[in-house]
């Protein structure tokens, strides 16, 4: 939808990268928009691992443009053409550059849904940096077509964008499987005649490991591709995080571990992994800006409020039965509450009883004789039990769906 050219920004002396778009798309508003919503989105983004955007604006003649970042190293694509497949360590190296740069994108709300070597771009030092936001989209925004149009490049597109499904964090990761499989054996995974064959091969077809085309590809490696490629986007790694996590016990020898349970949303006739088909991975350093609650902390503080509210209740009623025994001395404390409505302000010790603790004064003993007419004395009023739900407690967290 454009054309990008090399360009000398004479205000600041730099050379930067001039992205133009094409003039039989200038008169058109949806096009236009996307192009302009584009440098929105990428100017919004600051991090290591993203081609910043500059500026944008339009021209007298009607042209859109905008200035970003001039990356003189090339693409990974034409790398791979030249030098063919990566060495499993430096292509998962490559991998985790990738991955920072989506989960700074992915934080902001923004899906790049276009993640192939071609958008990749190296420095002449060989640092990774992702460029092209031209299809990407806030995930909370709508779409602007009224048509469910499909946006990507079919072999690096995920399954749910085949099927026509809205993309999401984990959609990227699907393409940067492809991606990684790619350094790996130098070929992408699924080919054929037409773009809609392959869409349909992502949606179908089963995974050839890397390990069948190149056995000196470690398991560990083969076995984070696989889950990279999941065809149920419940079965990758939660978040590009997550994924760094998992490149990062690739990397140390170890299989990664299996997708958590209840994570992401399903596709329809696709049921969730059960907690008996994980395994635990190795311990590691959690990264401080992931927060992934589960619903097994909701779960806990339910049952930790249920148990806090009966130990209440059972207070409440012990204390009832107290007030309710009988005994010599349970003329003591109505006594002291006849004291108080007799205009007595001083409040009764709260070291003594019933048993005359605290101040040391004994009852006065009963009459030798009783009374003929004994008062009426209305029994010690007791409050009743204050009323304790046993799913008391902390409520559920409130988590947003990760789907």
């Known amino acids: 939808m454009a054309e990008v050219f090399l360009a000398h920004d004479g205000v600041l002396d730099r050379d930067v990268a ?31 691992n993203i081609v910043p955007v500059y500026d944008r604006g339009d021209t007298e003649d009607g042209s859109h443009y905008i200035a970003m970042e001039y990356v003189s190293g090339g693409t990974l694509k034409e790398r791979l053409d030249e030098r063919g497949p990566i060495e499993p360590d430096r292509a998962l190296a490559a ?61 690096y597109l995920s399954p749910e964008q ?57 398991a560990a490696v083969d076995a984070l591709v696989a889950k990279m490629l999941a065809k149920d986007p419940a079965d990758r790694p939660a978040s590009a995080s997550e994924l760094l996590d998992d490149i990062e016990s690739v990397r140390g020898g170890a299989a990664p571990p299996l997708p958590t349970p209840r994570t992401g949303t399903p596709r329809l006739g696709v049921p969730a992994p059960s907690a008996t088909q ?14 992934q609650p589960t619903v097994h902390r909701s779960r806990r503080r339910k049952a930790i409020g249920a148990v806090l509210a ?61 009374p003929s007419t004994p008062p009426a004395v209305a029994p010690p009023a007791v409050a009743p039990p204050a009323s304790v739900s046993p799913d008391e407690g902390p409520g559920p967290s409130q988590y947003a769906s990760d789907g």
């Not at 798309?25 to 919503?37: P, S």
């Not at 349970?330 to 409505?341: G, Q």
């Open 162 to 218: 085949a099927l026509g499904e809205p993309a999401t964090p984990r959609s990227d990761l699907y393409s940067l499987g492809i991606v990684l499989y790619e350094m790996l054996t130098g070929v992408v995974p699924y080919r054929a005649d037409n773009p809609v064959a392959v869409c349909m091969k992502h949606v179908t077809e089963p995974l050839r490991p890397p390990r069948k085309l190149d056995p000196t590809i470690p």
């Open 95 to 155: 991998t985790a550059q990738v991955a920072e740069a989506l989960w700074a994108a992915h934080e902001r709300g923004v899906i790049h849904r276009d993640i192939k070597p071609h958008n990749i771009l190296l420095t002449e030092t060989g640092h990774l940096k992702v460029t092209d936001f031209g299809i990407a989209r806030a995930a909370s925004a709508v779409t602007i077509s009224a048509t469910n149009a499909v946006f990507g490049t079919a072999g």
């Open 310 to 370: 009966c130990a209440l209740l059972g207070l409440v009623l012990l204390g009832a039965s107290l007030g309710l025994s009988g005994g010599p001395e349970k003329d003591t404390p109505l006594n002291r509450v006849r004291d108080i409505d007799r205009g007595g302000l001083a409040a009764p010790n709260a070291g003594s009883d019933a048993a005359g603790g605290g101040t040391g004064e004994t009852p006065p003993p009963p009459p030798s004789q009783p």
């Open 278 to 291: 994980t395994t635990a991975g190795p311990t590691r350093k959690p990264r401080p800006q992931r927060v």
């Open 18 to 48: 001039l992205k133009v778009l094409r003039g039989q798309y200038t008169n058109d508003e949806e096009f236009v928009e996307r192009f302009r919503r584009e440098a929105r989105s990428a100017a919004s983004l600051s991090h290591p």
